[in-house]
């Protein structure tokens, strides 16, 4: 005598090595599976986890479960698939839902009715005689009688259909989802109440209204071959805090939706080469973490093959709705369906597929109108998709970069400067959508006759004009550039400058990256909230050599009378030798610096610090609401004190942001 393996709440059993205790039944997900949630013990007294929550899945050994460890065999390894566990074939399985079945689903104790729609009950009844007045009107009486009926008696659930009990020892389960249009259906005997059509019209009339008026359903069998010869499936069952379903129900920001759907469709890429295509998934069974797993496969069908009854959810296509054959199109689909309830907070309508409301989220909106199309042979091939959809995340991980610049130049008060040698500029310029770049510059112009004025403005004048490089994405480039940049001012000052010099002071920022290039004795600044000004530049003059000699006092360098002797200056020689160009690695940090939001960068001449201390400075920046009232109020205080020398002051205040909402 064969035994026979009962499967309900509370049963304990074996399969290999894993003892098994029924937790709960989570109901008939995919048509002809039942789903179980279970304890695991393994036989491994010694292991450090002996129970964990385990997902069993009983069906029949050729549907769904069985496409599961085909798919399963051919991605041996592959990390996106939850692992495993055990595989078995019974020759005789009941499953008992007497006890568990009830309380799932909080059903009266008499016996529950089966629910079929009101459009699939019409579209049978149409298949009878058009002529007859009788059956016309008899059909309309049933049909509204059953939509009455079931309406009173339906027990509410959530996503499982309804279940159908007979013989206490069997139970049977309907799922509408899992029927197939009433266009398509061939021979309604095979459903559930519905008589065959090649009767008497007359006849088949009067059966459908007097089935309907009783609502008595006959039994089916819980799969479609009708055997107890079951396959049993065991994989570990994800925490609910760690399902897709669950984060599904947070607020998600729009990369992080981005980053899961190009995950999901990464996979149905990889399955999809290997001839394969997911049309259908259960966000309950998929573990969001790093990378994604999928719990359940049984959404996975062979590329072409023809499904016996179709398939209408939330993410499947309109067309699995009709059997049609399996296409790359419909995983397209599915992971457009997945993003747009990510964003839009809720499920795609399996009623309203064609006019879709989508939020006219720039590229987000033509990526979804694109991938829901209702002609399947306008959306994305996956390879195209999950290019579109990684490339959409990566501008939205940009971070969006914006320089308010402020600016004040003043020939001073000194009778003896009445032409202001100083000069400045800065040019910015948008390297891509994503990355920006900003040049700023200070010259301080040395000589009688004009020519220090002359030498400023031509320095300036060439670092600004200098094209940008072709290759330009390393802080190794960005940093030899710089010094190019200076090579070509001198270079410009020495030939068409007679007895004529400058300082020349240069920022570089592209994107966040700072890199600087120095001669001179003018001044960069880096004020950072929340920290001490900082001076990124060194004084290439005798003073500053003295001090760090140690041959002189700070303080006494400040009214030492050599102080506006200059060491190092442009147009002084034809060429500059190597390591006369001061960057951010002769102080030992890197060639560049990474900046923070809210970061002011400062370019000055000699004619402000020599007047308006570093602390000065930052407290003026620091309490001033806007940056040109800052950079007012520094003059204001040289031209107070006297202002012996031209003064000028530039300043670049950084604001960055990612644009991630929506």
């Not at 009107?137 to 079931?150: G, K, L, M, V, W």
């Not at 802080?475 to 200076?486: D, F, H, K, N, T």
Request: charged share 20%; aromatic share 6%.
């Amino acid at each position: 005598m064969t035994n026979v393996l009962v499967i309900q709440e509370k049963t304990r059993f074996s399969i290999d090595n894993f003892q098994l205790e029924v937790l709960s039944y989570l109901g008939q997900i995919t048509s002809g599976i039942h789903y179980f949630k279970v304890n695991i013990e393994t036989d491994d007294r010694g292991s450090t986890e002996s129970q964990k929550l385990g997902l069993l899945r009983v069906g029949s050994t050729e549907g769904g479960l069985k496409r599961e460890l085909d798919v399963r065999e051919l991605l041996i390894g592959y990390k996106m698939i939850g692992e495993l566990l055990a595989q078995t074939i019974e020759d005789s399985v009941k499953v008992d839902l007497r006890s568990s079945a009830l309380s799932y689903q909080q059903l009266e104790p008499e016996k529950p009715k089966l629910k079929m729609d009101f459009d699939t009950l019409e579209s049978f009844a149409n298949e009878a005689e058009p002529n007859s007045n009788e059956a016309e009107q008899n059909n309309e009486e049933a049909a509204s009688t059953a939509e009455d009926a079931t309406n009173e008696s339906r027990p509410q659930s959530e996503d499982l259909g309804e279940i159908v009990t007979g013989d206490p020892e069997t139970v049977f389960f309907h799922q509408n989802t899992s029927l197939q249009p009433a266009d398509s259906i061939k021979n309604p005997v095979s459903l559930v109440g519905v008589p065959n059509s090649s009767e008497n019209t007359t006849d088949q009339t009067n059966a459908e209204s007097e089935h309907l008026e009783e609502e008595y359903y006959p039994e089916v069998e819980m799969c479609a071959d009708g055997s107890d010869r079951k396959l049993l499936v065991l994989t570990y069952l994800p925490e609910d805090n760690t399902t897709l379903q669950d984060w599904l129900g947070q607020d998600n920001s729009l990369e992080t939706s981005l980053s899961i759907t190009s995950q999901v469709c990464q996979f149905f890429r990889y399955i999809h080469q290997r001839g394969w295509c997911f049309v259908q998934i259960l966000p309950q069974f998929i573990q969001v973490e790093t990378p994604i797993k999928f719990f359940d496969l049984t959404g996975a069908y062979p590329l072409n093959e023809k499904l016996q009854s179709g398939l209408l959810e939330n993410y499947c296509a309109p067309e699995l709705a009709y059997s049609h054959p399996i296409q790359e199109a419909m995983s397209s689909y599915t992971v457009g369906a997945l993003l747009y309830h990510a964003i839009h907070k809720q499920p795609l309508s399996s009623d309203n597929q064609i006019d879709i409301k989508i939020n006219p989220i720039p590229r987000i909106y033509q990526l979804l109108k694109i991938a829901l199309s209702p002609l399947p042979e306008e959306r994305f091939p996956l390879s195209q998709l999950v290019s579109l959809l990684v490339e959409t995340r990566k501008s939205l991980q940009a971070t969006k970069i914006h320089w308010n610049v402020a600016s004040q130049s003043t020939t001073g008060l000194s009778t003896s400067r009445l032409q202001n040698e100083d000069s400045y500029g800065i040019r910015q310029l948008q390297l891509s959508n994503s990355e920006t770049l900003i040049l700023g510059v200070v010259a301080d112009g040395m000589g009688g006759m004009s020519q220090g004025e002359v030498a400023s403005k031509l320095a300036v004048q060439t670092v600004l004009e200098e094209p940008i490089p072709a290759e330009f994405n390393s802080i190794e480039q960005q940093s030899e550039w710089l010094v190019s940049l200076v090579q070509k001012a001198n270079e410009s000052v020495a030939t068409n400058v007679r007895d004529g010099g400058t300082t020349l002071s240069i920022t570089l920022a592209v994107g966040q990256d700072l890199a600087i290039a120095h001669v001179g004795d003018s001044r960069i600044y880096l004020l950072r909230q929340g920290e001490d000004i900082r001076q990124l530049s060194e004084d290439h003059s005798l003073v500053a050599m003295l001090v760090a000699s140690g041959q002189i006092t700070h303080e006494e360098s400040l009214d030492h009378p050599d102080r506006n002797v200059l060491t190092k200056s442009i147009g002084s020689k034809r060429r500059l030798s190597d390591g006369y160009v001061q960057q951010l690695s002769r102080s030992g940090q890197n060639l560049s610096l990474p900046l923070e939001n809210g970061d002011i960068l400062l370019l000055c001449s000699d004619g402000v610090w020599d007047l308006v201390s570093n602390e000065e400075i930052a407290k003026i920046f620091t309490h001033h609401q806007t940056l040109q009232t800052a950079v007012d109020e520094v003059i204001n205080c040289v031209l107070q004190r006297g202002a012996p020398d031209n003064a000028t002051l530039l300043a670049l205040e950084l604001s960055c942001h990612s644009d991630n909402r929506y």
